[in-house]
């Protein structure tokens, strides 16, 4: 499964798109990127997956690049609600378990 | 109902003690997982169950004792613990394994004394 490499933090005011990237240079052609976040003391929660496609649903849009090297997560319109870790995950459609990363803690700031 | 349960939210034990940690889901799901996640890491993921049987230990200790008793139970059974064991321990379930979305209950909060 592919190492994931994002940055450490990232600050965003509230009502602006929040613009998180992932780099997973070492994706291979059949492992997807699934995103998930995790706020405070809650359990990791699902955003997002894709392949190769651009992908958008009603938490997020997803847009991986062409070489599929890197992805960035976009939350359109970031609430403080969206103030959480997020975590960029390589997953293998033959491999079963996910690896997690470092993530990236977002603060949305009022 | 996509929720998935564990109980208990929090549990302190003694090193000599046994205790078990429990997870539920009836989404109809046939993967089940536990992950720990100290705090400030991300989750490390412990034992995945596919089909009520046991697919992948990541080389766990056995102090850790997973259970899947039917489809929609996975217990933890824990035993002769460390203080280094304390952390957030998280269940998960999936359709199946493989390339599914993974769904996560709050975790059970574990201090060991």
């Known amino acids: 499964d592919a190492k994931t490499t994002q940055p450490t933090s990232m600050d965003c005011a509230e009502g602006r798109a929040a613009n998180l990237p992932c780099n997973h240079s070492?994706?291979?052609?059949?492992?997807?990127v699934y995103w998930y976040r995790q706020i405070h003391s809650q359990g990791p929660q699902y955003i997002i997956h894709g392949l190769k496609n651009n992908e958008t649903n009603e938490m997020a849009s997803l847009i991986i690049t062409e070489d599929r090297k890197s992805s960035t997560l976009i939350l359109p319109h970031a609430t403080l609600r969206d103030t959480a870790v997020y975590y960029c995950?390589?997953?293998?459609?033959?491999?079963?378990?996910?690896?997690f990363g470092t993530g990236t803690s977002l603060t949305v700031i009022p | 109902d996509t929720e998935v349960t564990q109980t208990p939210k929090h549990l302190v034990m003694g090193m000599t003690n046994k205790k078990s940690l429990k997870c539920e889901q009836h989404m109809g799901h046939r993967a089940m997982y536990w992950y720990k996640q100290k705090a400030k890491k991300p989750p490390e993921l412990m034992f995945v169950?596919?089909?009520?049987?046991?697919?992948i230990n990541e080389s766990v200790p056995s102090r850790f004792s997973p259970e899947c008793p039917n489809s929609s139970l996975l217990n933890l059974h824990l035993h002769a613990l460390q203080p280094e064991d304390s952390a957030l321990y998280l269940c998960?379930?999936?359709?199946?394994?493989?390339?599914?979305?993974?769904?996560f209950g709050p975790g059970t909060r574990l201090t060991v004394l």
């Open positions: 169950y596919s089909y009520e049987k046991l697919s």
């Open positions: 995950i390589g997953f293998s459609n033959t491999g079963n378990q996910f690896y």
């Open positions: 070492t994706i291979s052609g059949n492992e997807y």
């Open positions: 998960a379930s999936s359709q199946e394994s493989g390339v599914n979305e993974q769904f």
